[in-house]
Structures are given as structure tokens and as C-alpha cells.
T-cell receptor
Framework: GENVEQHPSTLSVQEGDSAVIKCTYS??????FPWYKQELGKRPQLIID?????GEKKDQRIAVTLNKTAKHFSLHITETQPEDSAVYFCAALWEGYSTLTFGKGTMLLVSP | DAGVTQSPTHLIKTRGQQVTLRCSPK?????VSWYQQALGQGPQFIFQYYEEEERQRGNFPDRFSGHQFPNYSSELNVNALWLGDSALYLCASSLEGHMNTEAFFGQGTRLTVV
């Protein structure tokens, strides 16, 4: 099955700095890669996703890049704000099962 | 338009007991997936239901079973609870035939086994 590795497990930045979270996946058949933000005690919420026919996607301060050859994808958050503090999960859709495989998460802390 | 709803929000059970968790999918969605999220971990796939049948299953024992009803709502049952079953149980709904579309999560059921 699919295996998703996520790094780092924790990330502390100053407000206004950029944050980058990286994930690798194992199944070359995966073709959909969403990122979820989970605040304490709340449900995971989709913040951005990318499909395999695209190398980069941007939505305001958030961007995701995908390298299918290397089988890795990254989340980039620019001009971080304290409200960006949360746990971020990457995921990959294993096409054979149409279910999401998640990374273990990155706790992002943005200090004012 | 209601999103994915789960009940109950919190539950405390004793080891060995059985528990049933419920999920109503987002309006228009017909596929329900269940995930277990242990503290500090990412969600782990349990199983997925479509057309009232279990279509896919993750690496979970037979103590975990489920059901989907004609209105697409779903239940997750766990028998003979272990302490290690304590976790946040998340339900996600999606639309069959649109594999590469967003999965919407419910707020989860926090299960504590004592």
C-alpha cells in the first residue's frame, strides 16, 4: 500500500517568516495530494490540493509543489501569522483504493 | 447545507464493551470513509462504504465493523474494546466516481476506553 512520510514533525517560526513542510510518497500511481489543517480539538480541513498533472498551485499565502519523478510534494506558507498555528497533514490518494493515506503531521507554531 | 455530522462527540467506555459511532455524510455525497486518529498521529484508514457495502478496508481487526444505510449514513462498531482503541474517530464523505475530489471530515467522536 501507499506510505507517506512527512517532515518536520514540529516547526517553529516567527510571524512573517515562511514555513515549508515536505512529504514523500511511495506509490507512483497516486495522483491526488491534499493538505489538511487541523486546529486543536477540531476536524481536519482541506487548505489546498494538487493533482498529478500540475507541478505547482498557489492560493494567496499558501502554495503546494509536486515532483512526481522524485515522489515528493511540499506545502509553502508565506508571511505566516499566529492563526496559522495548527497541525498540518499531507495525504496521498492511493488510486487502487480511492482512500487517503496521511502523513503523521507537522505541528506549526507561529510566534508573534 | 449541513456538512458531515458525527455523533456522539465524546464517549467513555470500559474495556471489553462495545461501541457504535454514527456519521451522516455531506448532502449529495454517497461514500463514507472512517479513520482512527490516535493522539499525535495522522488519521489511519479503517474502511470505506459505498452502496451499503464495505468496499475497502485498512489494517484493522475484525472487531471493527460498519454499516451503511440507504440514506448513505453510516455506523462504525467496535467490539471488545481495548485501551488502545482510545482515539478520535473521524468520518469523511465523498462522491463516488470523483476520486480526486475533496473528502469532507466530520468533527469526530472522541472515544476514551478506561
Amino acid at each position: 500500500g501507499e506510505n507517506v512520510e512527512q517532515h518536520p514533525s514540529t516547526l517553529s517560526v516567527q510571524e512573517g517568516d515562511s514555513a515549508v513542510i515536505k512529504c514523500t510518497y511511495s506509490d507512483s500511481a497516486s495522483n491526488y495530494f491534499p493538505w489538511y489543517k487541523q486546529e486543536l480539538g477540531k476536524r481536519p480541513q482541506l487548505i489546498i490540493d494538487i493533482r498529478s498533472n500540475v507541478g505547482e498551485k498557489k492560493d494567496q499565502r499558501i502554495a503546494v509543489t509536486l515532483n512526481k519523478t522524485a515522489k515528493h510534494f511540499s506545502l509553502h506558507i508565506t508571511e505566516t501569522q499566529p492563526e496559522d498555528s495548527a497541525v498540518y497533514f499531507c495525504a496521498a490518494l492511493w488510486e487502487g483504493y480511492s482512500t487517503l493515506t496521511f502523513g503523521k503531521g507537522t505541528m506549526l507554531l507561529v510566534s508573534p | 447545507d449541513a456538512g458531515v455530522t458525527q455523533s456522539p462527540t465524546h464517549l467513555i467506555k470500559t474495556r471489553g464493551q462495545q461501541v457504535t459511532l454514527r456519521c451522516s455524510p455531506k448532502s449529495g455525497h454517497d461514500t463514507v470513509s472512517w479513520y482512527q486518529q490516535a493522539l499525535g498521529q495522522g488519521p489511519q484508514f479503517i474502511f470505506q462504504y459505498y452502496e451499503e457495502e464495505e468496499r475497502q478496508r485498512g489494517n484493522f481487526p475484525d472487531r471493527f465493523s460498519g454499516h451503511q444505510f440507504p440514506n448513505y449514513s453510516s455506523e462504525l462498531n467496535v467490539n471488545a474494546l481495548w485501551l488502545g482503541d482510545s482515539a478520535l474517530y473521524l468520518c469523511a464523505s465523498s462522491l463516488e466516481g470523483h476520486m480526486n475530489t475533496e473528502a469532507f471530515f466530520g468533527q469526530g467522536t472522541r472515544l476514551t476506553v478506561v
